[in-house]
């Protein structure tokens, strides 16, 4: 049994998929994905604004990252300096500025391995599955939007993309899995 | 032929894919060779390795007070190179450099292989290799403890770092690439692609999330690329030595590596675009902007060595004094001079347009640059230490056969990995091209004139 149809639409510019987001955003439609085979800003500013998304939640990671390298490295240094304690001369046992250096490092280690991590998590990778919709060209020099619908739908939404631009539009029937949830 | 030339001033996102995935196609006779010449040399370095870890560093030339010599100066000279590939890939890419799109991959694949490489000279360099775990900071029964106000030690954690994120960002970037590889891939190829790309489709949502993590990657690598070798330039700087005592030493090394490393990429692209039939994608245009910061950074050193000199007189210190007379007239004066020669005068003539957009010219230039920055660091490192505050001590280091061939052999070893790097993945960023195709039309057009005269 279909969970309703897959619209899979064709343009052939970034502009042209921005204009069908936004009359999909218009027309209250929101269950779609689309597909780049670059960071279009106009795609991403017209797909945020559809889905009233904030920007990428990778950066608090890369922050959480960041915070717990300083950390680590504030008790790496200055643990271990109490710990293995070395008294020349009155001079303190843990010397801060020196430790900066690898507080610095550190925090760059572990927030930019964070960051990567928050980024393969909120892309939903590794996914060995193709999206519903999915095309190779999308990936070299096509730009996609698949829009899952009710099948009394499918026409009204076919000549809005249509409008936008699309250059072709073909329909697949969604069975378990549809476009992924955005929200 | 003209309508054919007429096509490609109009390059299209196909043009791009089909370019960069020509340049991947399995090699041919000559490729393999070259690579195997590579492998052959590495090899060769790595037997002399092996035999100077039997031996002792009696093979080599070292002696007091030469106990840093070749081996650190390679180490130098390789983190140097890497630098270039974060300031094209990084800082070029915060300041929205439209050129960098066409050389940043090949760049950045530069710096992993080149601290790749520059991390096996600290183990190279180290008389019980064995033994090289104990820079490692943990608990241990021995007592044994980093100081964590060492330059060695910070240099320990700059370098693994700046290993570390360079590959975050390279494979990071390659992501959306190899998912497009993987389309037109077939057999084990197809495979790998689609295990590294990690199924990556290009959704809205992706998309959004690596421009974040891409940005923050880029100003997590910007200040460290100035970090690191800020703290290479300690290692040298922090000691009392004369020569090496110079708060100059930070802004120096830094620019100085981004000199040199610059000077390797055009070193290694002119060749590859031509072998590889890339020249649609990495244009003259590219080489020319690639050919002015090699230009820059030459006058920023050049300012350096002058800073250098004057302070040493402004001070009067007569041992500061001493040492730079020695470094200038002393029995290895000439590698001053052939280095001022080649860092200083020679990429002066990059002034001239018409030389910026020859690829022979830009290519022996580079050379001279490799070689000049190359002996800066012997000059610094050997020659600061030949010289010392005792003169009974004084004594001149010549390397032996064992570091010249292992110092060969790292560039064996660098090459090959590049070369093999360069043909199974895309050496070219197809993503970011395609984000600026209206500047590679634009990189197109520019060249045509060339193209057409060629």
Redesign the interface.
């Known amino acids: 049994m279909s969970d309703g149809i897959a619209l899979i639409s064709t343009f052939s510019s970034d502009d042209e998929c921005a204009q069908g987001i936004e009359a999909l955003h218009r027309a209250h439609v929101h269950d779609f994905s689309a597909f780049a085979p670059f960071p279009s800003e106009k795609i991403l500013e017209a797909t945020s604004e559809a889905r009233g998304q904030g920007r990428s939640p990778v950066r608090w990671w890369v922050l959480t990252g960041g915070i717990t390298g300083i950390l680590t490295a504030i008790a790496l240094t200055v643990g271990t300096s109490y710990e293995w304690n070395l008294n020349v001369g009155g001079r303190p046992i843990a010397s801060i500025p020196p430790y900066i250096i690898i507080m610095f490092e550190l925090m760059i280690l572990m927030g930019g391995l964070s960051g990567l991590l928050g980024f393969l998590f909120h892309s939903c990778l590794p996914a060995f599955d193709s999206a519903a919709g999915y095309r190779s060209r999308f990936g070299a020099d096509k730009f996609g939007l698949v829009v899952r619908c009710a099948e009394n739908e499918v026409s009204r939404l076919e000549s809005l993309l249509r409008d936008a631009g699309a250059e072709d539009i073909a329909r697949e029937a969604v069975i378990t899995q549809g476009v992924p949830s955005h929200h | 032929m003209a309508a054919a030339v007429e096509t490609n001033l109009q390059p299209?996102?196909?043009d791009i894919?089909r370019n960069v995935q020509r340049a991947m196609a399995p090699g041919g006779l000559k490729y393999w060779l070259w690579v195997a010449f590579c492998a052959f040399l590495t090899a060769l370095g790595m037997i002399f390795w092996t035999n100077q870890i039997y031996k002792g560093l009696g093979v080599t030339g070292y002696g007091q007070p030469n106990m840093w010599a070749v081996y650190i100066t390679d180490f130098v000279f390789w983190v140097g190179i890497a630098h270039s590939g974060t300031l094209i890939s990084a800082i070029l890419f915060l300041f929205r450099v439209r050129w960098r799109t066409a050389v940043y991959r090949c760049a950045e694949t530069m710096t992993v292989f080149a601290v790749l490489t520059a991390g096996l000279f600290p183990l190279i360099h180290l008389g019980r290799v064995w033994f090289f775990y104990w820079c490692v900071?943990y608990?241990n029964e021995r007592?044994l403890?980093p100081d964590?106000?060492s330059p060695l030690?910070?240099d320990f954690?700059?370098i693994?770092?700046y290993l570390?994120?360079s590959t975050?960002?390279l494979f990071?970037g390659l992501i959306?690439d190899l998912?497009?590889a993987r389309?037109?891939s077939t057999g084990w190829r197809k495979t790998l692609y689609?295990i590294l790309s990690?199924?990556?489709?290009?959704?809205?949502?992706?998309?959004?999330?690596?421009?974040?993590?891409y940005l923050?990657?880029a100003g997590?690598a910007t200040?460290?690329v100035l970090?690191v070798h800020s703290?290479v330039s300690w290692d040298f700087a922090m000691t009392q030595l004369p020569g090496w005592h110079s708060t100059i030493f930070a802004p120096y090394f830094v620019a100085g590596a981004i000199f040199s490393g610059c000077g390797l990429v055009l070193t290694l692209i002119i060749p590859m675009r031509k072998l590889m039939k890339i020249e649609d994608l990495v244009t003259i245009w590219h080489l020319d902007n690639l050919a002015k910061v090699v230009l820059l950074t030459s006058l920023i050193i050049t300012y350096s060595y002058a800073t250098e000199s004057f302070m040493v007189w402004y001070t009067q210190d007569p041992i500061e004094i001493m040492t730079f007379n020695q470094r200038y007239y002393g029995p290895q004066g000439y590698l001053f001079w052939m280095m001022v020669a080649c860092n200083c005068a020679i990429p002066l003539l990059l002034f001239i347009p018409r030389i910026r957009t020859n690829t022979v010219c830009l290519f022996i230039i580079s050379i001279f640059v490799n070689i000049g920055m190359w002996l800066e660091r012997f000059v610094i490192i050997a020659g600061s230490l030949a010289t010392n505050t005792e003169p009974s001590q004084w004594r001149f280091y010549v390397p032996k056969l064992t570091e010249v061939v292992i110092t060969v052999g790292s560039f064996g070893w660098f090459l090959m990995n590049f070369s093999l790097f360069a043909k199974f993945m895309p050496i070219v960023s197809?993503?970011?091209l395609?984000?600026g195709i209206g500047w590679l039309r634009h990189a197109v057009r520019e060249t045509y004139p060339y193209r057409k005269a060629a």
Request: net charge negative; glycine share 4%; charged share 15%.
């Open positions: 299209s996102y196909i894919d900071p608990p007592f403890q964590f106000r030690v910070w954690f700059a693994s770092t570390t994120i975050v960002f990071t959306p998912a497009n389309e037109v689609t990690f199924g990556w489709q290009g959704t809205d949502r992706q998309w959004r999330n690596f421009s974040m993590v923050l990657l997590f200040p460290l970090s703290v197809m993503t970011e395609k984000e």
